[in-house]
Nanobody
Framework: QVQLVESGGGLVQAGGSLRLSCVAS????????MGWFRQPPGKEREVVAAINRGGHSQYYADSVKGRFTISRDNAKNTVYLQMNSLKPEATAVYYC??????????????????????WGQGTLVTVSS
């Protein structure tokens, strides 16, 4: 398995931007599709964005399309989430996730029969109004 460590969370005003990073160690990073998820206070975890192993295909939740961008640098074993035009409802713990299968990242938070291979520990993002 890979191990994942997120960073880049913090406090930002509504309308601002943050970039989250997730560094992987262990097994070959390029063997894994990667995703970003978030869990707002008192709510279920949801998928935010996912990217396939080569970085050529991305998925975005409707709520973040046009404002968030997921990318990866396989040479640096890192996946990023650029978040622009942040809204207060984006306040959540953001988690990085890894799985060999891109589709698993997209559906894991809506299908209880599916489990992600690796989760990070999370980083808190707070958007003030």
């Amino acid at each position: 398995q890979v191990q994942l460590v997120e960073s880049g969370g913090g406090l930002v005003q509504a309308g601002g931007s943050l970039r989250l990073s997730c560094v992987a160690s262990g097994r070959t990073f390029s063997n894994y599709a990667m995703g970003w998820f978030r869990q707002p206070p008192g709510k279920e975890r949801e998928v935010v964005a996912a990217i396939n192993r080569g970085g050529h295909s991305q998925y975005y939740a409707d709520s973040v399309k046009g404002r968030f961008t997921i990318s990866r640098d396989n040479a640096k074993n890192t996946v990023y989430l650029q978040m622009n035009s942040l809204k207060p409802e984006a306040t959540a713990v953001y988690y990085c996730g890894a799985d060999p299968t891109f589709h698993t990242l997209v559906v894991v938070t809506t299908d209880t029969n599916i489990h992600l291979e690796v989760w990070g520990q999370g980083t808190l993002v707070t958007v003030s109004s």
